[in-house]
């Protein structure tokens, strides 16, 4: 599913009150991130996700409009 502009500004605005419960740092995206990543998903409708800089924000994650 492709999600729209109007879409994704409610999903920020509903994760802004939000703890983060996974975060992804120095080592980047790792096997295990993403299995706690998939836990959390499987728990929690919406999951906040913290990175460590602003590279492996963009490098390891991307700005993937898909769910």
């Known amino acids: ?6 879409r994704i500004k409610q999903f ?7 703890k983060p419960i996974v ?4 080592n980047g995206l790792s ?3 993403l299995a706690e990543l998939e836990r959390a998903l499987s ?3 919406l999951v906040k ?7 492996t924000r963009h490098s ?3 700005r993937r409009r898909y769910v």
């Not at 920020?12 to 939000?18: F, N, P």
């Not at 975060?23 to 120095?26: L, M, R, S, V, Y």
């Not at 996700?49 to 590279?55: A, F, H, I």
């Open 1 to 6: 599913m492709i999600l729209t502009p109007d």
């Open 12 to 18: 920020r605005t509903l994760g802004h009150a939000l």
């Open 43 to 45: 728990d929690h409708e």
């Open 23 to 26: 975060t992804i740092a120095g």
């Open 31 to 33: 096997e295990n991130v």
């Open 49 to 55: 996700v913290k990175t460590g800089d602003t590279r």
């Open 60 to 62: 390891q994650i991307g």
